[in-house]
């Protein structure tokens, strides 16, 4: 289409200008006799129909003729390569059709892979979004709520009617960081029975969506409670009796005590029975305390005077250790903490009494308190016998005692310890030990600052 019209246009110019210069020289040559024509007219005339002449014959040789052929140049360059750039385009436009159905269908394959992975899990795992809405939920997760199949678009708060819950995941949401939550209990369904979950949540940060991974603790959670009832009844059971038998024992050796026969024979006997009972006693005593504290739930925390408590402390403490002459000092920078007062004052005295047990006679015990940050720090130190390094990680742990021989010299139950690393962790705080074996000791505690 193109081409012709160009075609048409050039020859009707070069048409148009041949007819053009004919019809002047013709008008010219009837409306003037030439006789009256002057001469500088007569050549003006010449002069521009011979310019017309030239002009068309140049038109015609340089443009119009030539014209054709440079179309036919110009169509056989480009409309080929015109038709084979479209065809070109349709042919990669339906490859990329084909591609992205094959993307498409990868997708929803590896959807598929997860969705199975994430159902054959034990554990119920959801995704939610920054609105706590559930994006996908796998079958235990709706298992576990009684979901229909597809749970998404329902609200994560709905769902678990636990505002504690909610108040986790908007923590997590908030600091866009890992979060877990230690035995977290629930009736998942009303009125079915408590369940205990250990729930970790990581953000999927890429899509901007949270993962919610709850793991069943209920069953390690009751067995722990059936220990914790078993060891306090039975301490309970136990600890009364030899109560009464070692009160009973005291009351015989004072009355034997005035016999001469008692004192040469019987004395180390009795002084034996006497000193195990009371070993018992306290074992027993240990073992409550360590119960009550794993099963205390609330602190009662209060804002405590942490010079009065370790005053009173050690002048109490220093009654059980008559041969021993303990120079202590004392510096708190920080003066309160805020605590749970019957629990601390138990930390205080396992720590002391330790310090006491493990120094010389002639030793030095300080203590120390001061804010670090968002740290409430306490450190007790003693220059005693110290703790030999591959054993300071284990001295948390329940009935250690490092190195029986020493240790059978200095009584104790191996419980103490434990008792305090508990109670710590119940306040949300942290415990190390610093030791070199003939050197010292130095217990560090850091609590959240108030
Ligand atoms: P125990 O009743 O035996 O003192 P603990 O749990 O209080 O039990 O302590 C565990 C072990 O840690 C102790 O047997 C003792 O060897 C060691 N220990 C604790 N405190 C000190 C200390 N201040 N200096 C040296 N050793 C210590």
């Known amino acids: 289409m193109i081409e012709i019209r160009y075609k048409k246009i050039l020859f009707f110019q070069a048409f148009f200008l041949f007819v053009l210069g004919t019809f002047l020289y013709n008008y010219f040559k009837q409306s003037f006799d030439v006789q009256h024509v002057s001469s500088s007219f007569w050549m003006t005339y010449l002069g521009v129909w011979f310019f017309f002449i030239v002009f068309n014959l140049l038109f015609i040789k340089f443009f119009a003729l030539p014209a054709p052929s440079l179309l036919k140049k110009l169509e056989s360059s480009t409309t080929p390569g015109e038709d084979l750039s479209w065809s070109v385009i349709e042919d990669s436009l339906s490859k990329r059709d084909v591609h992205h159905q094959i993307i498409q269908s990868e997708y929803e394959i590896e959807n598929l892979k997860y969705k199975i992975l994430l159902d054959s899990l034990h554990d119920p795992v959801c995704i939610f979004n920054k609105e706590q809405m559930i994006v996908y939920s796998n079958q235990p997760f709706d298992h576990l709520f009684s979901l229909p199949a597809n749970s998404s678009k329902a609200s994560l708060l709905e769902v678990t009617r636990n505002f504690y819950f909610q108040d986790f995941l908007s923590k997590a949401i908030s600091t866009n960081d890992a979060q877990k939550l230690n035995e977290f209990s629930f009736n998942p369904i009303q009125d079915s029975f408590k369940m205990f979950f250990e729930i970790k949540v990581f953000p999927l940060k890429n899509i901007q969506n949270y993962l919610c991974i709850m793991h069943d603790v209920t069953e390690r959670k009751l067995a722990d409670q059936m220990r914790e009832d078993f060891v306090s009844n039975f301490s309970h059971e136990v600890r009364t009796p030899l109560t009464i038998l070692n009160g009973q024992m005291q009351t015989l050796k004072a009355d034997l005590e005035k016999n001469p026969e008692f004192q040469t024979k019987f004395k180390p006997t009795f002084d034996k029975i006497d000193k195990n009972s009371k070993r018992l006693v306290n074992l027993f005593n240990d073992l409550l305390r360590l119960t009550s504290v794993e099963k205390k739930k609330d602190l009662v925390k209060e804002e405590i005077e942490i010079e009065p408590m370790i ?62 940050g968002l740290t409430d720090i ?49 306040h949300d705080g942290k415990i190390k030990v610093t030791s070199h074996k003939g050197k010292g000791t130095t217990f560090t505690i850091s609590l959240p600052a108030h």
């Not at 306490?378 to 948390?396: A, V």
């Not at 005692?401 to 419980?415: A, K």
């Open 311 to 372: 005053d009173g402390l050690f002048e109490e403490l220093a009654l059980n250790y008559p041969l021993k002459t303990i120079k202590y000092t004392f510096d708190f920078r920080t003066k309160t903490f805020l605590v749970d007062y019957n629990l601390f004052e138990q930390v205080m005295i396992n720590l002391i009494d330790n310090a006491y047990k493990y120094v010389g006679a002639l030793g030095n015990i300080s203590v120390v308190t001061r804010t670090e």
């Open 378 to 426: 306490l450190e007790i130190s003693d220059d005693g016998m110290g703790i030999p390094e591959d054993q300071q990680h284990r001295i948390f742990e329940r009935f250690f005692r490092v190195d029986s021989s020493r240790s059978s010299e200095i009584e104790g139950t191996g419980l103490g310890l434990s008792i305090v690393k508990h109670i710590i962790q119940k």
